[in-house]
C-alpha cells in the first residue's frame, strides 16, 4: 500500500540554538516547548519555520515613572 510521507520542518529555539524537528504540522500562534532547554515558544512564522519565546520574561522596569506617588 501507499506509504504516506510526512514533511519534518526544523526550527532553531531563539534560547538555546538547538534545532528541534517537527513530525507534526504546526499552527500559527501554537506554542511549543524546547526539547533541550525547556523554553516556552510560540510558532512566529511557518514558511520558513520561526520560534519566538512565548512569554516575555524580561523585567523591563525602564517603563515605570520612578518620581510616582503610590500612596
Given amino acids: 500500500m501507499g506509504r504516506t510521507i510526512s514533511k519534518v520542518m526544523v526550527a532553531e529555539c531563539p534560547d538555546c540554538e538547538t534545532n528541534i524537528r ?10 511549543v516547548i524546547c526539547p533541550e532547554c ?6 512566529r512564522q511557518l514558511n520558513p519555520l520561526e520560534l519566538y519565546w512565548a512569554f516575555d520574561n524580561d523585567d523591563d522596569y525602564d517603563d515605570y515613572d520612578d518620581d510616582t506617588d503610590w500612596n
Avoid: K, T
Fill in 38 to 43: 525547556e523554553a516556552d515558544l510560540i510558532v
Fill in 22 to 31: 517537527f513530525h507534526r504540522p504546526l499552527r500559527m500562534g501554537q506554542i
